[in-house]
């Protein structure tokens, strides 16, 4: 069975610092990774995704992606109350139909 | 607007009843998926379906049917079967099953046994 772990929280981090949430994943094989924001009673809502070793930026988000280490992070800067919210990894797998797997999410909580 | 849209939002669901929820996307993606979600739980693959008139079970597939007959629907039923309904439902689509795939999601049905 094809993992992916993250601590549930909640992370509480106050207004303006940086949010760091971490994944891990089980398969080596793995080849796309997704961050989705997910506000209570909602759907998921995509933030941003990452393919390669490295970081991606977009806005106050940032993906670090470390495939020898099996890991994938999400950093928010300059974290908002509205940043408040679960934050749910995905994997994609390589190898026949490319199932994605979720993990069951960090609850963030910024306080003003 | 492009999107994902279920119907209904909110559905209660007698004892022995099978209840539909619907599904349709207008982004012309070939791929569409069905997850469940549970408090505490991440989300569960119900069915999957890669093209029109195919569709494959997932981790959770049992008590539920779908059917895939236009690409832009993907209808799910929940039958009797199905022991432990009560769940956030999920309708997802991507563009393909590729490794680049981005996945979407429609707004969620909200399933209730009483």
């Known amino acids: 069975q094809k993992e992916v772990e993250q601590n549930s929280g909640p992370l509480s981090v106050p207004e303006g610092a940086i949010a760091s949430l971490n994944c891990t994943y089980s398969d080596r094989g793995s080849q796309s990774f997704f961050w989705y924001r997910q506000y209570s009673g909602k759907s998921p809502e995509l933030i941003m995704f990452i393919y390669s070793n490295g970081d991606k930026e977009d806005g106050r988000f940032t993906a670090q992606l470390n495939k020898a280490s099996q890991y994938v992070s999400l950093l928010i800067r300059d974290s908002q109350p509205s940043d408040s919210a679960t934050y749910l990894c995905a994997v994609r797998y390589s190898g026949g139909y490319q199932k994605v797997t979720f993990g069951i999410g960090t609850k963030l909580q910024v306080i003003p | 607007d492009g999107g994902i849209t279920q119907s209904p939002k909110y559905l209660f669901r007698k004892e022995g009843q099978n209840v539909t929820l619907s599904c349709e996307q207008n982004?012309?993606?070939?791929?569409m998926y069905w997850y469940r979600q549970d408090p505490g739980q991440g989300l569960r693959l119900i069915y999957y379906s890669q093209i029109v008139n195919d569709f494959q079970k997932g981790d959770i597939a049992e008590g539920y049917s779908v059917s895939r007959e236009k690409k832009e629907s993907f209808p799910l039923t929940v039958t009797s079967a199905q022991k432990n309904p009560t769940a956030f439902y999920l309708c997802?689509?991507?563009?393909?099953?590729?490794?680049?795939?981005?996945?979407?999601f429609g707004e969620g049905s909200w399933l209730t046994v009483v």
């Open positions: 997802a689509s991507s563009i393909g099953a590729g490794p680049g795939n981005t996945i979407y």
């Open positions: 982004l012309n993606h070939d791929a």
